[in-house]
């Protein structure tokens, strides 16, 4: 385990040991709460067959829960029911689940297309046989149309009471549904609703505005309203609030505006100055700024939309990209582990290990825990053997390695790590970061060199052929690997997934150190230089 | 940690000379050290609490429904009394808030727009009192500074973070729209001036719209909004102007429409860019506070883990010696399946191929300096 440097303080290595603690849960170990740790996932839970065999044996086990966030599209409410524990663990479920079923399925909603159309239709036939009542008010071609005319029939036939005529209306107003079936008007009503939506505060503001004036033109102008001149045409505009608003809307429209004004000017105790400032006022800040401001949010507000309708096929190609980057690394080891693992008699046990366990991996697409005490066993034996002739931190990292990782997941194209090469980097990193000498390092040093110069090699080989350098490469891709959907998993084997923190805390220890040993190099190099 | 970046209001501050002469001031001024730190500090809890917020947006509505009423004049001869009484209620409360805030921050106070805002309205209150008081209460102008009162209601703005989002997001145009304003006003006084000395200075000249400046300048605004313009039209064309027609044409071309549609373009590309900046600003506030609590979550898991190593009965023993015993509780045939990224494959390989990839480059060097070295 690493030991605690008082001099250096590095956030990543405190980074790893805290993901130690919580992958263990040491903190509750350590305090003597718990002696267990989790041994499930919360995928055997959900898998029915596993469950079945988790019942089956010993219940009471423990189980971790991982939540990893996924990028998900739109969630529906009935989602949202299911996942919550109260409605799966209820004797029934919720009525508003099977409503919402209900709703969703395709019989049903062209069942209520169906009756809309049958609505709108006996609406016609209505209409028409009316007609022949109230013929002057019932133009024919007011038939063909659904919905305008409705508003017109409110306005023209006075026999029949209010109430009747906006049952009508409201029920032609459903069949504007039918339009929401289609996609394309789809999109645009929900553009609509959402810059409506967004705009909410800006109307607020105007409302505020509308206010402001409406209240102060009643003020300013009360000599015009009460002044006896004949012949003023506009004298009612701003007699009291509801006739003053109407004529702030009037005004924020442009309307005759000089026309007001000039009626105005003709009453002398009217002040010419006040009214003209006033007018002027509300015409730039109502009807010339606040209308612009109203087009450039809607425009802003398309464009939002646009790009979010774009959000997902860049998310897509992203995924895409990441994809094709995982792909390229295990191309990398899977090139690279047969060449070097030919060089030293090290990995000889690495070679066999190769071909079982990438058949194994072949054939069993799914986790399973008896397939892997095969490989893991002569994993095991390989590392044993390793560790008795090499250096306590990095070869206890690539026994951990090789014994460790054996993916398991849906990608079945993957083999696991040839970590022969792990081990001389490792090696090679740890040699030159730690003074201290020993008789194994002098071993294990002379066969890192001869590896590690044939595995630098066919790194430089492999540097040169591809089109990006390594560095960009990486950088492009990280965010992406790190963002995939695909549910990646691995099993690691206990202790070893607990050596693999201890090693990596301690690796950034020794980066640590080799970046300063290098600092110093350097500037003795350039002190001996300038001598 | 949220709640504070909820409740962290959106400041209007002013910027440039202003700015820099009040930080100057400000500086001067935080060197004084106040000794009524608990008075102030239960004002400020007061001024914080949701209570005072609520009374203060019932007041200001409840004045300005007050307000309405008063336009009749009916309603306002039956409950004068009431009208006084409500008067003199809002006008303590809104004066009440301004000296707890100025107590409670005498220099911080005057940075904010939104205070500013309030000792304005404050003012515009004064004023009918003042002029009734200077001038009598038969004043001309009486009804006008009655009118301005409306103008209470712009205190509401300051308690919704929505509205006040979308001022700072707008106010950012302001300058851009100043200017354009400056170029329409540029515009219509050379136009004005022409149309002075066409249309007005002649004996059979249109002196009512032509006459003075003035009028030549309501005439030319009325023509840009294209409200009435062929009536101005007709009645220079009934004086027989040959010129006339082109005049207005060109005007009407240059200042409606592409002025006032000039208007429209540098606004939307200003609430764009404006928008954009807000949205994300939000992002690095937020990925800033994830960070703070992801490293607030990792210390606190480090002082639980040094406090157990420093407990009495372990004896301050180190970390690797806390976990050997839990250490060998492992065995090798458990298997644990993680899926984060720091365990996955691509992970491990790609970070070591880039140690790899270091390691060669030093290699490199080294062997190019051992040759250097060995050639000098």
């Known amino acids: ?531 | 940690m949220s709640q504070y970046f909820h409740h962290n209001p959106v400041r209007v501050v002013s910027s440039s000379l202003f700015g820099t002469a009040s930080d100057a001031l400000y500086a001067r001024f935080k060197k004084i050290k106040r000794k009524d730190v608990e008075c102030q500090a239960f004002f400020r809890s007061i001024l914080k609490s949701s209570l005072l917020h609520a009374l203060l947006i019932s007041t200001i509505t409840s004045n300005a429904f007050f307000m309405v009423l008063g336009t009749d004049y009916n309603i306002r001869y039956k409950l004068f009394r009431l009208f006084e009484i409500s008067e003199i209620l809002f006008v303590s409360i809104y004066a009440c808030e301004f000296f707890m805030k100025v107590y409670v921050e005498p220099i911080k106070y005057w940075r904010d727009g939104y205070n500013l805002l309030d000792v304005v309205i404050i003012l515009i209150i004064l004023i009918p009192y003042t002029l009734r008081k200077i001038k009598g209460r038969h004043y001309r102008y009486l009804h006008i500074a009655d009118g301005i009162q409306s103008l209470r209601i712009l205190k509401l703005i300051s308690y919704s973070r929505g509205i006040r989002t979308l001022i700072t997001a707008v106010g950012q145009t302001v300058y851009t729209v100043a200017s354009v304003l400056t170029l329409l006003f540029i515009l219509m006084y050379i136009f004005a001036i022409l149309g002075f000395c066409l249309f007005g200075i002649p004996e059979k000249g249109d002196l009512n719209n032509w006459g003075n400046l003035a009028a030549a300048f309501f005439t030319l605004f009325s023509l840009a909004t294209v409200d009435g313009w062929t009536n101005l039209q007709e009645q220079l064309d009934n004086r027989k102007f040959t010129v006339s027609r082109a005049f207005t044409i060109i005007f009407i071309l240059l200042a409606s429409f592409i002025f006032l549609n000039m208007f429209v373009g540098v606004m939307i590309m200003h609430t764009e860019d404006s928008i954009k900046k807000f949205q994300r600003e939000l992002m690095v506030e937020r990925h800033v506070t994830l960070m703070e609590e992801r490293q607030m979550i990792l210390k606190r898991q480090q002082e639980e883990v040094n406090r157990l190593m420093n407990a009495q009965k372990s004896g301050g023993r180190s970390f690797s010696e806390l976990v050997e015993e839990f250490k060998k509780t492992l065995r090798h045939t458990d298997p644990m399946v993680l899926d984060d990224f720091g365990t996955s494959l691509p992970f491990i390989t790609v970070y070591l191929s880039t140690l790899d990839n270091q390691d060669t480059t030093v290699n490199k060097s080294c062997s190019s300096l051992q040759a250097s070295g060995t050639v000098l």
């Open chain 1, 1 to 531: 385990m690493a030991q605690e440097q008082g001099h250096m303080h590095l956030p990543r290595a405190d980074a790893i040991r805290s993901r130690l603690v919580d992958t263990f849960s040491l903190i509750e170990h350590l305090q003597g709460l718990s002696q267990a740790v989790p041994r499930h996932t919360l995928r055997e839970i959900l898998d029915p067959s596993r469950q079945k065999k988790l019942m089956s044996g010993d219940q009471h086990q423990l189980v971790r829960f991982s939540i990893k966030p996924r990028h998900m599209g739109h969630i529906t409410h009935s989602q949202r029911m299911l996942s919550s524990l109260r409605v799966r663990c209820s004797q029934r479920p919720p009525l508003s689940l099977w409503a919402g079923w209900v709703l969703e399925s395709s019989i049903f909603s062209k069942f209520i297309i169906s009756l809309i159309f049958l609505n709108t239709i006996v609406l016609m036939v209505e209409i028409e046989l009316m007609e022949s009542t109230n013929t002057k008010l019932w133009p024919l071609k007011l038939t063909l149309e659904s919905v305008l005319p409705e508003f017109v029939v409110l306005m023209g036939v006075s026999g029949e009471s209010v109430w009747l005529q906006l049952l009508r209306i409201s029920r032609v107003l459903r069949s504007l549904k039918l339009f929401a079936r289609f996609r394309q008007i789809k999109v645009i009503i929900l553009a609509l609703v959402r810059a409506l939506k967004s705009m909410t505060f800006l109307l607020m503001l105007l409302l505020i505005f509308f206010y402001i004036f409406a209240v102060t033109g009643v003020y300013f102008f009360e000599d015009y309203s009460r002044s006896t001149i004949e012949d003023l045409e506009y004298s009612m505009f701003f007699s009291d609030l509801l006739n003053s608003l109407v004529t702030v809307f009037i005004l924020f429209t442009l309307d005759h505006w000089y026309a007001v004004l000039q009626d105005v000017w003709k009453v002398p105790e009217a002040s010419r100055v006040f009214s003209s400032i006033y007018v002027v006022l509300w015409l730039l800040l109502g009807s010339i700024i606040f209308r612009n401001i109203i087009v450039a949010m809607m425009v802003t507000n398309f464009q939002n939309i646009r790009n979010e309708l774009n959000e997902e096929m860049t998310h897509l190609e992203v995924q895409y990209k990441a994809d094709i980057f995982k792909r390229q690394i295990i191309q990398r080891r899977h090139n690279l582990s047969p060449e070097a693992g030919r060089e030293t008699s090290h990995r000889k046990a690495s070679q066999d290990l190769l071909e079982p366990s990438k058949g194994s991996e072949l054939s069993d697409a799914e986790k399973s825990d008896a397939e892997t005490s095969d490989a893991e066993t002569s994993d095991a034996e390989g590392s044993d053997a390793k560790r008795s002739d090499a250096e306590e931190s990095g070869a206890e990292r690539s026994g951990a390695e090789r014994s460790g990782a054996e993916k398991r997941d849906a990608d079945t194209s993957d083999a696991d790590i040839n970590d022969a090469d792990i081990n001389d980097a490792e090696q090679a990193k740890a040699g030159e970061g730690q003074k201290k000498s020993s008789k194994s390092k002098d071993y294990s040093s002379s066969s890192s060199t001869s590896s590690s110069s044939s595995y630098s090699s066919f790194l430089v080989d492999f540097d040169y052929d591809g089109k990006l350098d390594w560095e960009t490469l990486v950088h492009e891709n990280l965010p992406g690997l790190m963002d995939i959907d695909q549910d990646d998993r691995v099993v690691w084997p206990r202790d070893s997934l607990f050596r693999y923190f201890e090693l990596l805390e301690k690796l950034q220890y020794n980066l640590e150190e080799r970046k300063k040993l290098q600092e110093f190099a350097v500037q003795a190099l350039m002190s001996f230089e300038d001598k």
